[in-house]
């Protein structure tokens, strides 16, 4: 599991690991990151559908209720196929952007 932290940001990712791998090792590692704001880079998963980031749910809901972003980056499931609690995103550059309209809102209180 690779940790690329920007400040409050960090950035997860993992290449050649099987989804349910993939998890066990950011739970495993959450610990480390649990203050920042998340972005999960899904990229090295060829393929992915709804149910797969369906599985970041109850980790997305916890992060969140920390007042902490958690976005998912990957082109293969759409924002559309999962549910509004989740966010997913199809490149890194709009996950930071989500990331830094939600500070936007929780520095407004919105």
Sequence with gaps: MIFDSDGTT???FQENIALDKFLVNLKDG??????DH???NLFS??????????EFLELSNAHRAK??????VT???SYDEVPD??????TIQEARDIIEMEEIERDLEL
């Excluded at 998963?45 to 369906?54: G, R």
């Design 75 to 77: 082109e293969k499931v």
């Design 38 to 40: 998340l972005i999960i």
């Design 10 to 12: 960090t950035l997860v």
């Design 85 to 90: 609690e989740i966010c997913v995103v199809p």
């Design 30 to 35: 959450y610990s480390k990151i649990k203050n």
């Design 45 to 54: 998963f060829s393929e992915l559908k709804a149910d797969d980031v369906l």
């Design 67 to 72: 007042n902490k972003s958690f976005v998912i």
